[in-house]
């Protein structure tokens, strides 16, 4: 930045005639407005004012600076203006990533509530169910479901999450309501493809992970296919409660093992940086973080967050997109 402030200095010398109004003008000394220009002419190896005590005029060298720096210092007052209003004010690209099964929820819809808030912001959604490295594939924010183990990530709980375990109430009828979870061992299972190892689900017993291989009957990458298979009446399956939510509440699907259920998952909102992020990620996440935690006011069935456990375990959040293991 110093040569930028010579330069600076050296065009309000040149466009004043004079050090003394040049350095009033830039709020420097004059000794200062002397020592920027000497340093320009010392790199250069040129003199670039000819001085007098009554005059200061330009040299030859000092007109072909003028000429060429008046155009790069102009470029770089723009482009200041332009970086101090990005980040002041909502406005320019935003790369955002998230899972597919988010677009089955209000999500979409709050990205239309921020685009019409701000109408100087484009949003650019990414969606996809494996993690992604955010810095690589330049992502501003992403938001993922569960335990976040990248340490260079800085993590914003946006709302607690629930599993439900469900299936039709033909298949219960067919094959008999489970009472605990070791029951779902004889049972036909919908599972998430979590890329390699025998299937199983998720339960939480006196406080601790309790995990219970299954038979996998069908397995898919992506909770809307695998809802689908249970409303069929294939088999069971667990999923986040909010996916499967309307169905419960129409009574297509009934679920089971409540109290079981794994405690303190949540939607998260993932970034790089803590510091100097731009307007326009800091409003998002600010709506985000407003909207969800109104909507989730009335918890679904899940422990505090205080009860954040560390340590982690599989869950087929990774349905709707996983967070890496912690």
């Known amino acids: ?56 005029t330009l040299t030859d060298a000092g007109r072909l600076l003028r000429e060429r720096s008046m155009p790069l210092m102009e470029m770089v007052e723009d482009t200041q203006n ?23 929820t209000d999500f979409p819809g709050l990205l239309g509530e921020f685009i019409t808030l701000h109408p100087d912001v484009h949003i650019d959604l990414h969606l996809s169910n494996r993690v992604i490295d955010l810095v690589e594939e330049g992502v501003d924010v992403a938001l993922r479901v569960g335990r976040i183990g990248d340490e260079n990530l800085i993590v914003r709980k946006l709302r607690p999450m629930a599993l ?25 299972v919908l599972a998430y493809s979590a890329g390699g190892g025998p299937a199983h689900l998720p339960f939480e017993v006196d406080g601790k992970p309790h995990s219970v291989p299954v038979n996998a009957r069908m397995d898919a ?36 093992l409540e109290d079981f259920m794994p405690s303190d998952l949540w939607l998260f909102a993932a970034y790089t940086q803590r510091r100097h992020n731009s307007a326009a990620l800091r409003a998002l996440l600010d709506l985000l973080e407003a ?12 422990a505090p967050a205080s009860r954040q456990r560390a340590g982690s375990h599989w869950h087929p959040f990774q349905a709707l997109g996983h967070a890496q293991p912690a």
């Open 1 to 56: 930045m110093d040569g930028l402030e010579h330069l600076r200095t050296f065009l309000e010398v040149a466009k004043r005639g004079s050090f003394s109004r040049a350095a009033d003008m830039l709020g420097i000394s004059k000794a200062s407005a002397s020592k920027h220009v000497a340093q320009l002419e010392a790199s250069f190896s040129v003199r670039l004012f000819n001085r007098s005590t009554r005059s200061v």
């Open 82 to 104: 332009e970086l101090q209003a990005h980040g002041a004010r909502p406005s320019g690209r935003l790369r955002v990533a998230a899972p597919h099964g988010l677009v089955q």
């Open 164 to 188: 439900v375990l469900c299936a039709t109430p033909g298949y219960w009828a067919r094959r008999g309501m489970p009472r605990v979870p070791d029951d779902m061992r004889r049972h036909e």
């Open 221 to 256: 990458n992506d909770a809307a296919a695998l809802i689908a298979a249970a409303l069929a009446g294939v088999g069971a399956v667990c999923v986040p409660a909010l996916l499967a939510q309307p169905h419960i509440d129409g009574g297509r699907l009934v679920p089971v």
């Open 291 to 302: 909207r969800m935690q109104t909507a989730s006011a009335a918890p679904p069935k899940a």
